[in-house]
């Protein structure tokens, strides 16, 4: 009887183990596609380039796209309220040329980089207000601050490209906090990881869907919508300037139109990995893997030598794609 017993408990617990399996994947099949779809990207263009499949471009890629994926993480919270954020392009470029007019100033390189974010925290509280206090609509709040920021990143510097001046400061993107693992990368991975966390297993997190999902719903359920909404646009913007860091420790030097295309890479990686412009989805792994993707074309598209005035028509096209997957896919989903 004993050993019937624990059979049969040795059966169920291998179900039950087995079941899970489909499960997780389900929840996540859109990241499974674009992975799959990254893989298959790379073997394309490594058929054509075998150069492409070396871990040296495998690692150019990850640093290329390690702003882009940080970016696109706060952007993420701020689509899956419902919202739209314009400005962190502009952001991301005044944030680098505030650092470097800082250390210019005399500032060591903690002093310049908490300048820099101060300049997200600025314009991210800005445009929480002005979205949850004042009422206005995201797209033109942001469209402000994305021409304000433009502009004061030419003012700050007149228009010149400015040099880094603390000699330790590339240690920022390249240095090693873990060894092996450069802090690039480490913070891409703790901030996927902590997002994703949070959105499917704190509290907090789920507000951010329902809000997105449904304001007054999740208002009328108690949820502080508006506080939700503030903080995501505030996010949103500290993430913008912290990858305009990584980026200017990376090159040491700061451009005032660093951030002029990143803006729109970022809500595309948002989009292509998964979230809805509606509100209400997207995933933290699916927004990286959307910022994977798009650096993986622009990397496919320099590699195989075709004009660089068509990356972008290429990632439309991949844009174009996603979107139509998701939508004739997930008919149902809410």
């Known amino acids: 009887m004993t050993d019937a017993t624990d059979g049969t408990t040795t059966t169920k617990k291998f179900r039950t183990t087995t079941s899970r399996v489909p499960v997780v994947l389900l929840s996540y099949r859109t990241e499974v596609a674009i992975a799959a779809a990254i893989v298959v990207l790379l073997l394309a263009v490594g058929m054509l380039v075998p150069a492409a499949l070396s871990m040296g471009n495998v690692q150019n890629i990850i640093q290329a796209a390690a702003p882009l994926i940080i970016m696109s993480l706060g952007v993420l919270l701020v689509v899956i309220t419902g919202g739209i954020d314009l400005s962190v392009g502009s952001v991301f470029s005044l944030t680098g040329m505030v650092t470097a007019l800082a250390m210019a100033s005399g500032a060591d390189g903690l002093t310049a980089s908490a300048a820099g974010l101060a300049v997200g925290l600025v314009f991210g509280s800005i445009n929480g207000l002005l979205v949850t206090v004042v009422g206005l609509a995201p797209f033109v709040v942001t469209l402000i601050t994305y021409a304000v920021a433009g502009s004061l990143a030419f003012i700050v510097t007149n228009g010149r490209s400015m040099p880094i001046g603390a000699p330790d400061f590339w240690l920022l993107n390249s240095g090693e906090i873990i060894p092996g693992v450069p802090n690039h990368l480490l913070f ?36 502080p919508v508006l506080r939700i909404k503030f903080a995501a646009y505030v996010v949103s913007s500290l993430l913008a300037s912290f990858a305009g860091l990584l980026t200017v420790s990376y090159i040491l030097n700061a451009e005032a139109m660093a951030g002029a295309s990143l803006m729109l890479q970022a809500i595309a990686a948002v989009v292509i990995g998964g979230a809805s412009l509606f509100g209400g989805t997207g995933s933290a792994i699916g927004a990286v893997l959307g910022a994977l993707m798009i650096t993986c074309i622009q990397n496919g598209v320099n590699l195989i030598g075709v004009n660089s005035f068509w990356q972008g028509s290429v990632t439309g096209a991949a844009i174009l794609l996603a979107v139509l997957i998701d939508r004739f896919s997930n008919k149902n989903r809410i």
């Open 188 to 223: 891409c991975i703790i901030l996927m990881i902590a997002l994703e966390y949070i959105l499917r297993k704190v509290v907090v997190g789920r507000w951010f869907y329902a809000v997105g999902s449904s304001a007054v719903a999740a208002r009328l359920l108690g949820i």
